[in-house]
């Protein structure tokens, strides 16, 4: 009979984007979307630094292999997304790191996301210039 994988989810969401991370026993390997996380976003030493800050926090950055699926928004949206999931599935894998993860705001589901236009605006807020006459 086969052996069964240790591994643990966590679903991470930012403006619109959605992560699906799997946290596997390993050595530190990062991979999004079935690429390694530098040639899915390229040059951007920022977006690996809000990605693996979970994992900073708790000590956990050559304890784990980071497996991610994430769909919608862009890099920025997407990379705090993937937060959001390690940090949820860091809470799967011991139960103690809450605090660690709590105070440091990465459990916290960030609410902001675009307004919707209005009818009768050129945008949100944007409306036509105002004149009495």
Known sequence: MAEKLEQYLGTGRRKTSVARVYLRPGKGRFVVNGKDWKA???????????MRSPLRETQGLTKFDVIVNVQGGGPAGQA??????IARALLQVNPANRFA?????????DPRTVERKKPG?????KASQFSKR
């Open 80 to 85: 705090g997304a993937i937060r959001h999931g």
């Open 40 to 50: 899915y976003f390229g040059d951007r030493p920022e977006l690996d630094h809000v």
């Open 101 to 109: 993860l709590k105070k440091a705001g990465y459990l916290t589901r």
């Open 121 to 125: 605006l050129h945008k949100a807020r």
